[in-house]
């Protein structure tokens, strides 16, 4: 079955470092646009950063621009997020996303369970 798996997670200082994992399997990876999406308590769910099916294009929200890279590999099935100089704004459940269009009216999507990111001091 489809599954995507976060992992990586966990608590950080402002200013550390954290990379998160989403291994993927069930469906065609190296087809799907990968994203990341992050939800603090209270907040509506925002998109952190996104991977075209190649690697080849990115894209990142405003707020963290310059501090995290999103990377996959497509051999490993795997997507991932670095995550650096965080900050405690940063603190959030964060998802996987797959995502592929197979209609002009359809996509594919797959989420992750979401794994904790918590950067306190």
């Known amino acids: 079955q489809v599954q995507l798996m976060e992992s990586g997670g966990g608590l950080v200082q402002p200013g550390g470092s954290l990379r998160l994992s989403c291994a993927a399997s069930?469906?065609?990876?190296?087809?799907?646009?990968m994203r990341w999406y992050r939800q603090a308590p209270g907040k509506e769910r925002e998109l952190v950063a996104s991977?075209?099916?190649?690697?080849?294009?990115?894209n990142y929200a405003d707020s963290v621009k310059g501090r995290f890279t999103i990377s996959r590999d497509n051999a490993k099935n795997t997507v991932y997020v670095q995550m650096n100089s965080l900050k405690l704004e940063d603190t959030a459940v964060y998802y996987c996303?797959?995502?592929?269009?197979?209609?002009?009216?359809?996509?594919?999507?797959?989420w992750g369970q979401g794994t904790q990111v918590t950067v306190s001091s």
């Open positions: 991977i075209d099916s190649n690697g080849g294009s990115t």
């Open positions: 996303n797959a995502r592929r269009s197979i209609t002009p009216q359809y996509s594919s999507i797959h």
């Open positions: 069930g469906f065609t990876f190296s087809m799907y646009t």
